[in-house]
């Protein structure tokens, strides 16, 4: 129907038969002011009772039912201008509902927008000579030339050239970030100076931008367990105010009272005022890097008491480096080659420190490794028997790994061959900027317990983190064991946030209440997180605490003053002070006031 699908031109043309049928009252032209509020009534009406007839088909008494049977109704009894007027304001009402869901839902397509369409596909790192292609085309491997000003395609590493580029819309900080030649960079964000030669390692859907996108629009059709509670009390409430309205007219004999009735119990701010809060807040939430996987998600944070984090990779940058190395047996060339083969097998940070350390091609070939979860790695290098890990691996083996020459306050990584321990390296990683800052502000917002969990030995756990001020430190610690800790937090009556970033914390992120995952994470974590920090800094955690805040305060205020509005309304009605158009007029201006209350939440702090 032309006028269900042209909802902005069919208010306009409202308007104006609204302001023609005034001229006719003020010119004694009552023809003319009862033909064009008929007019008014049919263009408007028409929609709402195909709407009200649409819903009935799936047994739900709607809001549009409950106007199209007082404006019907009204038509009948000859009061053309209650009719009119209630189809307008109720038109108006529903064409600002639409324009500010848009207006909502704005910072997701812009983010859609941004996506790049086409990339410069050359053939070497030293190629200058480009072919421009769709994005489509784009293939894992294939190199990229970025030029300043132009977005970068894919997410891939730099591998020749140098330049700044700006990351907002993926981590949400506008300060450029330096990229040099193995450098990682994310598609959608902007070369701001220099020029870059990208590999391609994801496309498409896959890039990070692609799948911020999708959790984002996945998040935003969400809802909250407020939202499902309101969408079921609409379910009863709706037909509560029509049973009321056959009621009071059987009893009053008041056609008008009943018809009024029907109009001032429409809900229709209780049901727009949470979308709005709920959309609002997690189309801003994106825009300063924090993905929130539904807006139920926003609403456990603000019940939190107690955050749990993990250490490599979380709070500190996990980037480690290898410092001091004791060799304990055998020759140290042979063993550090032994160790950097097994390494190479391994996509472990501690994996990528032990290689810059060794910085040689030269290795075994392996054979047989086996990963063995939250210790290390088991293989046959060069027909030996091989254990990379920590101490509890070796132990577990038999294999005794005491020496005076190593710190008791680092993390090692220990090389054992054929049951003998060869080698030892001590690593160390630096805790990321804003660290100690954020958990103070943290602890700003609420008295949070805080508690640090890590496979680290416990001094050097302890070590690390001395200056942030854990409540409790726990190392040496498997992934189960991370899980068994939330769980018994979670039976001694605490809601616990897990923070981590690896594989390996996918248990403990399952399991939390709220799983959050840094951005720089991998996609196991991301996947089980249900907030993503996507800049991977500490210092969005109270952020992202204070906006879920902020949201769910919002709410909760948009409820309330729908509930509220419809008090007023019905004291007023029955009180004489409130009539059909005037009531509308209320009903309609608290839509709006929600409304406005929403967008709120999409201004940027």
Known sequence: MFFAKHKKESVVLMTALLIIAYIGRFTNLIWLFDVSMIAIAIIGGLPLVFRAVGALKFKIISIELLVSIAVISALAIGEYSEAGIVVWLFSVGDLLEE???????????????????????????????????????????????????????????????NGHVDQASITGESKPSHKEIGSSVFAGTILSSGTLVVQA??????????????????AQDSQTKTQRFIDRFSQYYTPLVLL??????????????????????????????????????IGSAAKRGMIAKGSAALDEL?????????????????????????????????NLKILASIEHESNHPLAKAILDYWQKDDVYPVSDSQIIDGRGIQAVVNQHSVLVGNERLLNEAGIETTTDQLSKTSSHVLLAVDHELRLALEVSD????????????????????????????????ENMVADLNFNEVRGDLLPVDKAAVIKQLQSDGHQVAFVGDGINDSP?????????????????????????????????????????????????????????TVLLLFIGLFTGYIYMASGMLVHELSILIVILNGMRLIRRN
Do not use: W
Not at 308 to 332: A, E, I, R, Y
């Open 99 to 161: 324009i500010t869901l848009k207006k909502t839902r704005k910072s997701i397509q812009d983010l859609v927008d941004m996506a790049p369409k086409t990339a410069l596909k050359i053939e070497s790192p030293s190629d200058r000579s480009f072919e421009e292609v769709d994005i489509d085309e784009i293939e894992k491997g294939d190199y990229l030339l970025v030029k300043t000003g132009s977005q970068i395609p894919v997410d891939g590493q730099v591998v020749a050239g």
């Open 201 to 218: 390692e994801k496309v498409g859907e896959d890039t990070t931008f692609g799948r911020l996108i999708e959790l984002v629009e996945e």
């Open 244 to 281: 009321l309205s056959i009621i009071v007219g059987l009893i009053t004999k008041d056609l008008r009272l009943a018809i009024t009735i029907l109009v001032l119990g429409c809900p229709g701010a209780l049901v727009i005022g949470v979308p709005i809060s709920t959309v609002a807040g």
């Open 302 to 334: 603000t019940k939190i008491d107690t955050f749990v984090f993990d250490k490599t990779g979380t709070l500190t940058t996990g980037q480690p480096s290898v410092g001091k190395v004791v060799n304990v047996n055998g020759d140290q060339n042979e």
């Open 430 to 461: 630096q805790l990321r900027p804003g660290a100690k800052a954020a958990l103070d502000n943290l602890r700003k917002i609420k008295d949070y317990r805080l508690i640090l969990l890590s496979g680290d030995n416990q001094a050097a756990a």
């Open 508 to 564: 403990a992120l399952s399991v939390a209440d709220l799983g959050i995952a840094v951005g720089s994470g991998t996609e196991a974590a991301i996947d089980v997180a249900d907030i993503i920090l996507v800049n991977s800094s500490p210092a969005q955690l109270p952020i992202a605490v204070r906006h879920a805040q902020k949201t769910m305060r919002n709410m909760y205020e948009n409820i309330a003053i729908a509930l509220l």
